[in-house]
């Protein structure tokens, strides 16, 4: 398989703060895939994600975004990436339309094209009739449909969210996962974290599960369903990995690492 075969891949990745949060992590996105990242609380999901979109920098280990070295093109590897996190961050004083041509400005798109793509995405994400509205006093639901469309203004290949759901209403998040899943179906790779583990299973076609930093299981929900050895939901065989990987982990050898 060549190297753009895959939309991401990172090998022998470390990362530390004030204790090792990313260890050795190893991880190939097939492009055009639907990729979901699972794990606890601390275990190093957001880092590795902040990581790959380039706001943080490792400490060892090589990442590629469709081929492209992101140490050694790091602007040419975020020209394809899209970054949404779990907290929107949208200009107050700005209406969606003009955050949209705002953010196409920084990407140097063509004004036409850009106020063109705009209306497209505003329409897309049910934005229409707000579209000349401010932003701040939009809902966090409102707002996570603004960034969203902020990050695939420039028409990324590679869509990374951390917890895009959360705090959104049933009818947000499901215009959001209507945008994630149509853009997969063009090509696009998505990678996304959730605790809303349903989500995973019905939407992701391969899931990684994070732990201490470590990738330590990966498949589709049926290889993860063999390797637990019984019908279960993901919910179940996630809860199942992580205790497994927990008894597994030496504490001494942990504390000192």
């Not at 975020?78 to 955050?99: C, G, H, N, Q």
């Not at 008894?247 to 001494?252: I, S």
Request: proline share 4%; hydrophobic share 45%.
């Amino acid at each position: 398989m060549s190297d753009t075969a895959y939309a991401l891949e990172i090998a022998g990745l470390d990362k530390n703060f004030d204790r090792p949060v990313v260890r050795d992590l190893h991880l190939r996105v097939k492009a055009g895939e639907f990729y979901a990242l699972l794990g606890p609380n601390g275990a190093g999901k957001t880092t590795i994600l902040r990581i790959v979109a380039g706001l943080l920098q490792p400490e060892a280990g090589s990442i590629a975004v469709y081929g492209i070295d992101t140490r050694e093109d790091p602007l040419r590897a975020k020209s394809i990436i899209a970054w949404v996190s779990d907290e929107p961050m949208v200009y107050d004083r700005l209406t969606p339309f003009e955050y949209l041509e705002f953010v196409a400005g920084l990407w140097q798109i063509e004004p036409r094209h850009a106020q063109a793509h705009a209306t497209e995405l505003i329409d897309w994400l049910g934005l229409g009739p707000h579209a000349h509205e401010r932003c701040g006093g939009f809902s966090k639901g409102m707002l996570q449909k603004v960034a969203l469309a902020g990050a695939l203004v420039h028409d990324p290949k590679l869509i990374i969210l951390d917890e895009p759901l959360t705090g959104l209403d049933a009818g947000s998040a499901r215009q959001v996962k209507q945008v994630l899943l149509e853009k997969v179906r063009t090509g696009v790779t998505v990678i996304m974290t959730t605790h809303i583990l349903e989500v995973a299973e019905r939407m992701a076609e391969r899931i990684g599960v994070i732990n201490h930093g470590r990738l330590i299981a990966e498949g589709t929900l049926g290889e993860l369903r063999a390797r637990i050895g019984h019908e279960s939901t993901l919910e179940e065989i996630f809860l199942d990995l992580v205790a497994q990987n927990e008894m597994d982990v030496d504490p001494a050898v942990d504390a000192a690492a």
